[in-house]
């Protein structure tokens, strides 16, 4: 019977960056509409509306790129301005705030040798 039950999901899967506003979104839905009629137009073979759409595409795309960038040192700007204007619990934050920074650049698991346990080349 549990197999067949369905799970209640949360309406909030997770909170938004700082960075994300309806700008962003507006632009990155924009770029997303504008990818689809180019793969649209590659697939109808006409030459001409390919590249056109290829261009607004990859146009887009540059300005979605600027735009983020801009929002994401934005935001690094404030939340390092906040974390200066805290007080004593400034230290933790600002090193649970590099940490974070520091999961991106994680390097890939190496599989090593039972034997010799060192890293292998396959």
Known sequence: MRRHMTRNKN??????????????????????????????????????????????????????????????????RQMLHDLRDEGKSTAPKFWCYVRSLDRKDQPEPQIMDSETRQPSLT
Request: hydrophobic share 40%; proline share 2%.
């Open 11 to 76: 309406l909030v899967r997770h909170s938004r960056k700082q960075w994300w506003d309806n700008e962003v979104a507006q632009a990155w839905q924009a770029r997303r509409e504008a990818n689809h009629a180019n793969r649209r137009a590659v697939k109808a073979e006409d030459p001409e509306v390919c590249s056109n759409k290829c261009k607004h595409y990859l146009k887009l795309n540059h300005e979605i790129h600027a735009l983020l960038e801009m929002k994401l040192a934005n935001a690094n």
